[in-house]
């Protein structure tokens, strides 16, 4: 691969083949990258650009999940851009693991939007001018990105990026890079002409947004050149070899062919994107707000927050109405239950978001004996709440395959073993205290015992001490969250009747469980008992 092809190449995908300002940050780090793997990786992407610059626009177009292409730097840095790309990140790595370049390119495209787009200002917060002037804004960077770049390339003092090596570099340099950009937020709205970008976008940015603009747009390319060297060093030494080289001989008589059909579809859709961004200004000029022509971006950004900020309010008085609160599945106190020898099953019960007292409380598990419970200890796992055939395929491979065997394991020791991302400590004993809410309660639906856990009442405890009117409040309240919804997935929440069953199975199977303790400790205690049990 010659610097002269490279060159020819980079040219013509510059001057056809790129139609947004992330075609260009993907194609214009290429020549930034500088280490040999990083070359070596350099030539698939250039050999696949296709789907390298297709990738580089799919999470707008395909996946559309744009509360993932951001970081709200002042609300509590909320935003899933670094979450996704750590994902895609794993992805990349896995495809050129196994030579399966063609999707490696599209991958690594997919990854620097998600790592690029919270490097854009607007990405960074919300307000309600930025929402009338986010998409004019975008269109004149988009329009002006050339003159941005060589402005950038001609700054003797112009910034670059540089990543750490801690284990945590790609969420960290996102994290960071969106602090930067921040700081232009307020910059970037003050300064725009939206009368002059109507007719002529690049006038509407001033001198002043150009400059922090164009920085901004070389920490972009900096920064995704190096992680193409960062991804390419990882893989090599994955795989225990370099990347095979490749040449730019077909990339070159592919892009030329297919410059004719870009040159169109580029066309058309810059005069799509400017007859939106004219009726965007039209409504606003005479409603002063946005309805109609609110981009579905930022229509979509609204939804989630508004999801959100809810479920961050649910979650703080649901805490401040918790705290100090603790299980205590016997009253008599905890010193009986740690007399009994060999319970049928230790589960591990954690204080209702009590977060003064950590350490957890070891209380027997007895299934009830009713024939109408839905889950039993010695079902498969495949069976509990929340545990799909997936996840129990993983829990197999640890030797546990019934819910007894689940609710007998240790949730951190299980979570260290289980070594996901996902799958936390604080999960597992999300997913315990359901299997045995499930295992207790008569006819408990699966769908029911998460919405239970999920708003706080972890045991048939806590439950059996509640009343219809705060249960009833607090499943309402979780069951308007996202994580309710998905739970429910369009079913309607319980009504009252229902719920005061529950109080009133909870309340039973609290009987049951003392009665079924007592009975322990008192063969635990009378060794003339036991030797007659022994006997029979």
């Known amino acids: 691969m010659t610097k002269t092809s490279t060159n020819l190449l980079l040219?013509?995908?510059?001057?056809?083949?790129?139609?947004?300002?992330?075609?260009?940050?993907?194609?214009?780090?290429?020549?930034?990258?500088?280490?040999?793997?990083?070359?070596?990786?350099?030539?698939?992407?250039?050999?696949?650009?296709?789907?390298?610059?297709?990738?580089?626009?799919?999470?707008?177009?395909?996946?559309?999940?744009?509360?993932?292409?951001?970081?709200?730097?002042?609300?509590?840095?909320?935003?899933?851009?670094?979450r996704v790309a750590h994902q895609w990140y794993d992805r990349l790595q896995r495809y050129m693991r196994t030579n399966r370049w063609s999707d490696a390119a599209h991958a690594a495209g997919v990854l620097s939007h998600y790592f690029t787009d919270p490097i854009q200002p607007l990405h960074?917060?919300?307000?309600?001018?930025?929402?009338?002037?986010?998409?004019?804004?975008?269109?004149?960077?988009?329009?002006?990105?050339?003159?941005?770049?060589?402005?950038?390339?001609?700054?003797?003092?112009?910034?670059v990026f540089q990543l750490s090596d801690s284990p945590g570099?790609?969420?960290?340099?996102?994290?960071?890079?969106?602090?930067?950009?921040?700081?232009?937020?307020?910059?970037?709205?003050?300064?725009?002409?939206?009368?002059?970008?109507?007719s002529n976008p690049p006038a509407g940015l001033d001198s002043v947004s150009r400059g922090c603009l164009a920085q901004l747009i070389g920490l972009c390319v900096t920064g995704w050149?190096?992680?193409?060297?960062?991804?390419?060093?990882?893989?090599?030494?994955?795989?225990?070899?370099?990347?095979?080289?490749?040449?730019?001989?077909?990339?070159?008589?592919?892009?030329?062919?297919?410059?004719?059909?870009?040159h169109w579809i580029r066309r058309i859709e810059?005069?799509?994107?400017?007859?939106?961004?004219?009726?965007?200004?039209?409504?606003?000029?005479?409603?002063?707000?946005?309805?109609?022509?609110?981009p579905s971006e930022l229509r979509v950004m609204e939804k989630v927050r508004h999801i959100y900020t809810k479920e961050r309010e649910y979650n703080r008085l649901r805490a401040e109405r918790q705290t100090g609160s603790t299980i205590q599945i016997l009253q008599e106190g905890d010193a009986d239950v740690k007399k009994i020898n060999k319970p049928t099953i230790q589960a591990t019960a954690t204080p209702q978001r009590d977060e003064t007292d950590s350490a957890?409380?070891?209380?027997?598990?007895?299934?009830?004996?009713?024939?109408?419970?839905?889950?039993?200890?010695?079902?498969?796992?495949?069976?509990?709440?929340?545990?799909?055939?997936?996840?129990?395929?993983?829990?197999?491979?640890?030797?546990?395959h019934s819910v007894g065997d689940f609710l007998a394991a240790d949730p951190v020791d299980l979570a260290a073993k289980l070594a996901t991302r996902w799958i936390t400590h604080d999960t597992l004993r999300a997913w315990r205290c359901q299997a045995i809410l499930m295992c207790q309660l008569p006819d408990m639906l699966a769908r029911e015992t998460q919405l239970l856990v999920g708003s706080g009442f972890t045991t048939a405890d806590s439950i059996a001490k509640s009343n219809v009117e705060a249960l009833s409040q607090a499943?309402?309240?979780?069951?308007?969250?996202?994580?309710?919804?998905?739970?429910?997935?369009?079913?309607?929440p319980p009504d009252r009747d229902r719920i005061d069953t529950w109080i009133g199975e909870a309340a039973l199977a609290m009987v049951r469980q003392k009665?079924?303790?007592a009975r322990m400790n008192t063969v635990n205690s009378d060794p003339a008992q036991n030797q007659s049990s022994r006997a029979a």
């Open 11 to 82: 040219s013509i995908l510059r001057a056809a083949h790129c139609r947004s300002t992330h075609h260009h940050f993907a194609i214009d780090a290429i020549p930034l990258v500088g280490t040999p793997a990083g070359e070596r990786f350099v030539g698939h992407l250039l050999r696949h650009h296709h789907r390298y610059l297709a990738g580089a626009k799919d999470p707008d177009v395909r996946f559309r999940d744009f509360q993932n292409h951001v970081i709200h730097v002042d609300d509590g840095y909320w935003g899933g851009a670094p």
């Open 124 to 159: 960074t917060a919300q307000t309600p001018v930025e929402k009338v002037l986010h998409r004019p804004i975008e269109w004149s960077v988009t329009k002006s990105y050339p003159a941005l770049f060589a402005q950038w390339q001609n700054d003797p003092s112009r910034i």
């Open 169 to 198: 570099w790609l969420g960290e340099a996102i994290l960071s890079s969106a602090r930067v950009a921040h700081q232009h937020y307020e910059t970037l709205l003050n300064h725009y002409d939206l009368k002059a970008g109507r």
């Open 225 to 262: 050149a190096r992680v193409i060297e960062r991804a390419a060093l990882e893989a090599e030494s994955s795989r225990n070899q370099p990347i095979p080289q490749q040449g730019t001989t077909l990339a070159i008589v592919l892009a030329g062919i297919r410059t004719p059909h870009q």
């Open 270 to 294: 810059h005069k799509i994107e400017q007859k939106k961004i004219t009726a965007l200004i039209d409504e606003f000029e005479a409603t002063g707000t946005l309805s109609k022509n609110l």
């Open 360 to 400: 957890p409380i070891t209380i027997p598990f007895v299934s009830p004996q009713s024939e109408n419970v839905r889950l039993r200890v010695e079902d498969p796992l495949v069976d509990a709440p929340s545990i799909g055939s997936k996840t129990a395929a993983r829990f197999a491979k640890l030797g546990i």
């Open 475 to 492: 499943i309402q309240e979780y069951a308007s969250t996202y994580s309710g919804r998905r739970y429910l997935r369009g079913a309607e």
């Open 515 to 517: 009665r079924a303790v």
